[in-house]
């Protein structure tokens, strides 16, 4: 059985950091491109940033470009997502994913076969 465990999640005031790992168990992701969603409270899941396979490209969201960071270790099958200079409006649900085909890009939700179940990030002002 797949499973994708978040941690790192919590409160941190404005300008603050945090890392969120994520890892997986039941099997080996290293041919999947994986990534970070999040949604906040009346709000749409929406894509914060993701990694290739191989760990040679990342993608993210314009709204935490040059604050996030995402990386992965294929060997502990865990991806990582450090955030920088956090603003209030960073506070959400953090989910970790996985996509469901191999050797391809995450670019939408209905290209995630696993989800994690999700870390509380909250960012006070």
């Known amino acids: 059985q797949v499973q994708l465990v978040e941690s790192g999640g919590g409160l941190v005031q404005a300008g603050g950091s945090l890392r969120l790992s994520c890892a997986a168990s039941?099997?080996?992701?290293?041919?999947?491109?994986m990534g970070w969603f999040r949604q906040a409270p009346g709000k749409e899941r929406e894509f914060v940033a993701a990694?290739?396979?191989?760990?040679?490209?990342?993608y993210y969201a314009d709204s935490v470009k040059g604050r996030f960071t995402i990386s992965r270790d294929n060997v502990k099958n865990t991806v990582y997502l450090q955030m920088n200079s956090l603003k209030p409006e960073d506070t959400a649900v953090y989910y970790c994913?996985?996509?469901?085909?191999?050797?391809?890009?995450?670019?939408?939700?209905?290209?995630?076969?696993?989800w994690g179940q999700g870390t509380q990030v909250t960012v006070s002002s």
């Open positions: 039941g099997r080996t992701f290293g041919s999947n491109a």
């Open positions: 990694i290739s396979w191989s760990g040679s490209s990342t």
């Open positions: 994913a996985v996509d469901r085909r191999a050797y391809s890009v995450i670019s939408t939700l209905s290209d995630i076969g696993y």
